[in-house]
């Protein structure tokens, strides 16, 4: 009877052992199926006149938009560059300032993502340690612009990467809950409406590089493309795949909380916590400057790492979206590098 008895509970306990490890297999697969889906990314090029959307390779990022791949270190190699000639400041018109007022009274542009989510603070209590720029003709600034959408909305701040590129955060550029974009963008690079002056403005958006499905705030960024080449006049940041704690960086943007956003102010801090896709910095921002670079210095010139999707209004606690994983990512991910 007992050895009747061992028997069943041996037979029991390698049926429980069997049903758990096939359960573990299951788990297993299944967050191999979620990593996978995670980074199951494909890029596309959306043509503002076609209306398609269609894959990018890895020669076109390098022939068109002068980025290359640098698949062992997984990062972007793209070098700052200065404008072609010397910059100089263009007045506004009466007209275009007054548009302009009217449109930053209009448009409030918002953080819908935010990592981590944490409540307003009581600003009052932390110190702001954004100040103006004196001169936003100065490289490299001049790379940083403020946006305007169809019907002269203000969409938030966006900045030069490349020949034809311009980078912001994607929730900029929606324009509406059906995953439609703005058919027409207006740049104002180097904006200062105090002075009524911009160094370079362009409205000849031919189309936008991005993820085709939005599943969370890490697909919260968005190329622009130009149809024609606007470094010789803009200037670029350089892109480059760093990040790690403590790395000191800085912003540059348009915040509406200060001076209506009519003015590009500046912070530097640090990375406080480097992830692989995103990381928080101890930068402050405010409505209007979603899209804004977050970079670091070299002799060389600036190099940015980071594109300003969501901040903790009131503190010095921004998100940013790391701007090489989503693309190189890709590349690799797809076989192409």
């Given at each position: 009877?007992?050895?009747?008895?061992?028997?069943?509970?041996?037979?029991?306990?390698?049926?429980?052992?069997?049903?758990?490890?096939?359960?573990?297999?299951?788990?297993?697969?299944?967050?191999?199926?979620?990593?996978?889906?995670?980074?199951?990314?494909?890029?596309?090029?959306?043509d503002?006149?076609?209306?398609?959307?269609?894959?990018?390779?890895?020669?076109?990022?390098?022939?068109?938009f002068?980025?290359?791949?640098?698949?062992?270190?997984?990062?972007?190699i793209?070098?700052?560059?200065?404008?072609?000639?010397?910059?100089?400041?263009?007045?506004?018109?009466?007209?275009?300032?007054?548009?302009?007022?009217?449109?930053?009274?209009?448009?409030?542009?918002?953080?819908?993502f935010?990592?981590?989510?944490?409540?307003?603070?009581?600003?009052?209590?932390?110190?702001?340690?954004?100040?103006?720029?004196?001169?936003?003709?100065?490289?490299?600034?001049?790379?940083?612009?403020?946006?305007?959408?169809?019907?002269?909305?203000?969409?938030?701040t966006?900045f030069?990467?490349?020949?034809?590129l311009?980078?912001?955060?994607?929730h900029?550029?929606?324009?509406?809950?059906?995953?439609?974009?703005?058919?027409t963008?207006?740049?104002?690079?180097?904006?200062?409406?105090?002075?009524?002056?911009?160094?370079?403005?362009?409205?000849?958006?031919a189309?936008?590089?991005?993820?085709?499905?939005?599943?969370?705030?890490?697909?919260?960024?968005?190329?622009?493309?130009w149809?024609?080449?606007?470094?010789?006049?803009?200037?670029?940041?350089?892109m480059?795949?760093?990040?790690?704690?403590?790395?000191?960086?800085s912003?540059?943007?348009?915040?509406?909380?200060l001076q209506?956003?009519?003015?590009?102010?500046?912070?530097?801090?640090?990375?406080?916590?480097?992830?692989s896709?995103?990381?928080?910095?101890?930068?402050r921002?405010?409505?209007?400057?979603?899209?804004?670079?977050?970079?670091y210095?070299?002799?060389?010139?600036?190099?940015?790492?980071?594109i300003?999707?969501?901040?903790?209004?009131?503190?010095?606690?921004?998100?940013?979206?790391?701007?090489?994983?989503?693309?190189?990512?890709?590349?690799?991910?797809?076989?192409?590098?």
């Open positions: 009877m007992l050895k009747k008895m061992s028997r069943i509970k041996g037979i029991l306990l390698a049926a429980v052992l069997i049903l758990l490890f096939a359960g573990m297999g299951v788990s297993a697969s299944a967050k191999s199926e979620r990593e996978e889906t995670t980074y199951e990314k494909k890029l596309v090029y959306y503002i006149k076609t209306k398609k959307e269609t894959p990018l390779s890895k020669s076109d990022l390098k022939r068109e002068s980025i290359d791949i640098d698949a062992e270190n997984s990062s972007i793209s070098k700052p560059q200065k404008a072609a000639k010397e910059i100089s400041s263009k007045k506004l018109t009466p007209e275009e300032k007054s548009k302009l007022i009217n449109a930053n009274k209009e448009a409030s542009p918002l953080f819908p935010s990592f981590p989510i944490l409540p307003q603070v009581n600003a009052a209590a932390i110190p702001d340690i954004r100040t103006p720029v004196s001169n936003p003709n100065s490289f490299p600034y001049y790379c940083v612009a403020k946006i305007y959408g169809e019907h002269d909305q203000w969409l938030g966006g030069a990467v490349g020949k034809r311009l980078a912001t955060a994607r900029c550029i929606d324009k509406d809950a059906n995953g439609n974009f703005h058919n963008v207006t740049a104002y690079f180097g904006y200062d409406l105090n002075q009524s002056i911009y160094s370079y403005r362009t409205s000849d958006l189309g936008y590089i991005y993820y085709p499905t939005v599943s969370s705030h890490l697909d919260d960024w968005i190329f622009l493309v149809g024609s080449d606007t470094v010789q006049n803009t200037g670029c940041f350089g480059d795949g760093a990040g790690r704690n403590q790395l000191g960086v912003t540059a943007g348009y915040p509406q909380d209506d956003g009519n003015r590009m102010y500046k912070c530097s801090g640090v990375i406080t916590a480097c992830r896709w995103d990381f928080t910095c101890s930068l921002a405010s409505h209007g400057q979603s899209g804004s670079p977050v970079y210095n070299t002799s060389g010139g600036p190099y940015a790492i980071g300003l999707t969501s901040a903790v209004i009131g503190s010095n606690i921004v998100d940013a979206r790391r701007i090489d994983s989503g693309l190189v990512g890709w590349l690799r991910d797809s076989g192409h590098a």
